[in-house]
T-cell receptor, first 112, second 109 residues
Framework: AAGVIQSPRHLIKEKRETATLKCYPI?????VYWYQQGPGQDPQFLIS???????DKGSIPDRFSAQQFSDYHSELNMSSLELGDSALYFC???????????FGEGSWLTVV | RKEVEQDPGPFNVPEGATVAFNCTYS??????FFWYRQDCRKEPKLLMS???SGNEDGRFTAQLNRASQYISLLIRDSKLSDSATYLC??????????FGAGTTVTVRA
């Protein structure tokens, strides 16, 4: 069965650069979530979208933005990158908000 | 206070042992409860959904206690491959999912 697809899987950027992560949800899933997980930490919720509209916002920095497109894929844009942004970024999708979510394999971002 | 709290462990058990741990949640109106398993540097994977009084899937049993607002996960006949971090996920306020910090289980030979 198709799962959540994230790209790129690994990304290295320098401080103050910009990065974009992409997420393709499971077919027919209408809700996308973004999480950030630092070393030894639980996933921290960043933002979610339901039917292409932002449905909830968590601890997402103002330097970050995201959107969900008409084909339900989502992109997380991160600007003015800082060393502390280095983390594993997960995208997850569900059918409906608050239901069982399924995670992608994650995108490793390293800021140097 | 976090919406979902877990004993971080680690729980270090021998193969074949039984290990159990709890997760407490603060929103009494929560309706959906999940256990996810996360291996190091990998994505969380759904282990079990817990919707009513609990359920069992092979060696894994999840229980829900609404009165005391906790769910538990019990692993019987532990295998080396059960070593992982187990994340408790609850739909909390506004029906948004909240994660616990995870319970680490290490099964030794």
């Amino acid at each position: 069965a198709a799962g959540v697809i994230q790209s790129p899987r690994h990304l290295i950027k320098e401080k103050r650069e910009t990065a974009t992560l992409k997420c393709y949800p499971i077919p027919r899933h209408d809700t996308v979530y973004w999480y950030q997980q630092g070393p030894g930490q639980d996933p921290q919720f960043l933002i979610s979208f339901y039917e292409k509209m932002q449905s909830d916002k968590g601890s997402i920095p103002d330097r970050f933005s995201a959107q969900q497109f008409s084909d339900y894929h989502s992109e997380l844009n991160m600007s003015s990158l800082e060393l502390g942004d280095s983390a594993l970024y997960f995208c997850a999708s569900s059918l409906g908000d608050g239901n069982t979510i399924y995670f992608g394999e994650g995108s490793w971002l390293t800021v140097v | 206070r976090k919406e979902v709290e877990q004993d971080p462990g680690p729980f270090n058990v021998p193969e074949g042992a039984t290990v159990a741990f709890n997760c407490t949640y603060s929103n009494s109106a929560s309706q959906s409860f999940f256990w996810y398993r996360q291996d190091c540097r990998k994505e969380p994977k759904l282990l079990m959904s817990v919707y009513s009084s609990g359920n069992e899937d092979g060696r894994f049993t999840a229980q829900l206690n609404r009165a005391s607002q906790y769910i538990s996960l019990l692993i019987r006949d532990s295998k080396l491959s059960d070593s992982a971090t187990y994340l408790c996920v609850v739909n909390g306020y506004d029906y948004k999912l909240s994660f616990g910090a995870g319970t680490t289980v290490t099964v030794r030979a």
